[in-house]
């Protein structure tokens, strides 16, 4: 039987835009207490005004989560307003696309610090409060490219799989702890993110997968019941062509 998730508490990275945001109304929507981190100020207080005035429960910060020192002081603040988390969605990513040698080495660099370092920085501030519980999620949001390489992709596609070896084994780390960790891995998500790097053909747009899509599937996979997890999931539109 489906596990109920009010009164949960679940902190969400990049959670002013696109996945995280939408990861976050549906959470809200259950009777989580979502506590919402990003870097940009204004996005993501807009985020946490909206699910507040939904009649739904929300805190935010902000932070650069390649930064452990501001990701500890965020986690930090979020717990202080939330209570201790239950749920960690590590979503906060950035992607450019080209080729190795087009690519500037610099926005290579913040890509996969964004992926890998920010994961590793949330979970690293966020998993001793799961484990004091001793129970809790952890989802991290890789991709497609986290399992197969394309041209133009490196640098997004070494933060994806890196993402994916990160939960694999992390996932044998806390089981004892009845923490269940999980890489989910979709296709092109209709983002602004996406948008803004041309994957999105708008003519098809109504067939191609949306946030609020990916988002049941997280609300999905976490009212699973607590003695069974998914390791990792491919999620695909069915019909973009």
Same mark, same amino acid.
């Given at each position: 039987?489906?596990?109920? @998730? #009010?009164?949960?508490? $679940?902190? &969400? ?6 996945? =995280?945001? %939408? ?44 930064? @452990? #020192?501001?990701?500890? $002081?965020? &986690? ?6 939330? =209570?201790? %988390? ?45 484990? #004091?519980?001793?129970?809790?999620? &952890? ?6 490219? =986290? ?95």
């Amino acid at each position: 039987m489906p596990q109920s @998730l #009010e009164g949960k508490v $679940a902190f &969400i990275t990049g959670a002013g835009r696109g996945i =995280g945001r %939408a990861v976050a109304e549906a959470l809200a929507k259950q009777g989580v207490t979502v506590g919402l981190l990003a870097r940009t100020e204004q996005q993501v207080k807009e985020v946490a005004e909206k699910i507040i005035a939904d009649g739904g429960k929300a805190a935010f910060v902000t932070a650069d989560v390649t930064n @452990l #020192e501001e990701v500890d $002081a965020a &986690i930090d603040s979020l717990t202080k307003q939330t =209570g201790k %988390a239950d749920i960690l969605i590590n979503n906060a990513g950035i992607g450019e696309f080209g080729t190795l040698l087009d690519q500037d080495p610099l926005m290579w660099k913040k890509i996969v610090d964004t992926g890998i370092f920010g994961t590793y920085h949330v979970t690293h501030a966020v998993l001793p409060q799961l484990i #004091e519980k001793n129970e809790g999620d &952890i989802i991290n949001i890789s991709s497609t490219n =986290g399992l197969n390489g394309a041209a133009t992709s490196t640098a997004y596609s070494a933060a994806k799989f890196g993402i994916i070896g990160l939960t694999e084994s992390l996932a044998q780390e806390v089981r004892r702890n009845n923490i269940r960790v999980t890489a989910l891995a979709p296709s092109t998500v209709v983002t602004e993110l996406a948008r803004e790097s041309g994957l999105i053909d708008e003519s098809k747009v109504d067939r191609m997968m949306h946030p609020e899509d990916f988002a049941e599937v997280i609300v999905n996979q976490l009212t699973l019941p607590n003695r069974i997890y998914v390791k990792q999931a491919t999620i695909l539109g069915t019909n973009p062509y």
